[in-house]
């Protein structure tokens, strides 16, 4: 945990802490991040942590007391002297074939790590309908994994989630709309392109829109419908890459591309 979150919620809960200054409040944590703190990171009462408004932006904490027969760690922090800003969120939106609910627990953390804002996860041909319905997809089990990545990565600009459960009015009624003419690329084995070569042309203060379909691939009707959207296939080599993989080498030539800029 490189940076601990606070929810917006969890602060006007706090008391002041009598020092005759209202930023001063003090945060009582019972989860796992009071469970990280003392067991992983060993913090003493007095210790400073960097810490993070959800959503807003980045400060100190000082740890007021531990408890540890209660798991409970009190905090001691000033809102008012939060001013740093979070880092500039990746200029990438990601839609991905929901994977098995254990991969689609790393992607979401990942992707979160990775600074991208805006994540769906749609239905095609190889994706088992178990996974629609797994718990991990329910908003509280979403926004843990994006939490995790958050305080990885030290962020606080919580991503979003959009779930299309169905293909064909994916590709043919929201894509468009969502991409609104941005570049869309799909990976896919086999292609021509490299990713190098597909994002010329690209204009870098347009969103560069990013497609990895299922482990499996995608099915020739799936790429036809894709392509008629507007994607551009391009290929990341001779390997087959898991899901995860695949995105964080795709992203990685996202971010090598804008950073050029």
């Known amino acids: ?4 979150l606070l929810d917006r919620n969890e602060l006007p809960a706090a008391h002041t802490a009598g020092h005759g200054n209202a930023g001063h409040t003090l945060i009582t944590l019972r989860d796992a991040r009071a469970t990280h ?13 960097k810490a993070g408004i959800i959503n807003g932006q980045i400060g100190r904490a000082t740890i007021n007391n531990i408890e540890l027969a209660s798991n409970a760690v009190t905090i001691e922090t000033d809102t ?12 990438c939106r990601v839609f991905v074939a929901l994977p098995r609910p254990k991969a689609a627990r790393r992607i979401l953390r990942l992707l979160a790590e990775l600074g991208v804002k805006e994540i769906h996860v749609f239905n095609c041909y190889k994706v088992e309908k178990s996974y629609w319905s797994s718990p991990l997809l329910k908003p509280a089990q979403v926004n843990q ?7 990885q990565s030290v962020d606080t600009l919580m991503p979003v989630l959009h779930q299309q459960r169905l293909f064909r009015p994916f590709v043919e009624d929201v894509l468009p709309g969502l991409i609104n003419g941005e570049m869309l690329l799909l990976a896919q084995p086999g292609s021509a392109l490299s990713a190098k070569q597909a994002l010329r042309g690209q ?15 995608l099915i020739p009707y799936e790429v036809n419908k894709l392509v008629e ?8 080599g001779s390997r ?11 992203l990685a030539e996202v971010r090598g591309f804008l950073s050029e800029y």
Do not use: C, W, Y
Request: net charge negative.
């Open 229 to 236: 959207a507007g994607a551009r296939e391009m290929s990341l």
């Open 203 to 217: 204009v870098a203060e347009d969103t560069i829109n990013i497609v990895i379909g299922p482990e499996g691939g």
């Open 1 to 4: 945990m490189n940076l601990l």
């Open 240 to 250: 087959i890459f898991r899901s995860e993989v695949a995105l964080v080498q795709l």
């Open 37 to 49: 703190i003392v067991e992983v990171l060993r913090a003493t009462a007095g210790d400073s942590l």
């Open 80 to 91: 008012h002297a939060f001013t740093q800003p979070p880092p500039v969120p990746l200029n």
């Open 145 to 151: 994994q994006f939490k995790l990545g958050l305080s």
